[in-house]
């Protein structure tokens, strides 16, 4: 039993280890692609990006997508 709850335990960290390697690569992508966009705006963005560099991942991805949603449907 415990070897199984050692695989289970493996796997879970190792798929969030991925989850966010994927998040890391998807940020930078999702960047150039803003910043290619928003010509006005992307020393700002630029700047947000390195102040939440270190900061939840998840939330900085989640807020720039809004940013761009909310840009794309003006």
Do not use: C, D
């Amino acid at each position: 039993m415990n070897h199984l709850l050692a695989i289970a335990g493996e796997w879970f960290y190792g798929s969030i280890a991925n989850e966010y390697a994927k998040l890391k690569r998807n940020l930078a992508v999702l960047t150039k692609k803003i910043v290619r966009h928003t010509p006005l705006k992307s020393g700002l963005l630029y700047n947000m990006l390195y102040k939440v560099r270190n900061a939840n991942k998840l939330r900085a991805l989640s807020a720039i997508w809004r940013i761009h949603h909310q840009r794309s449907k003006l």
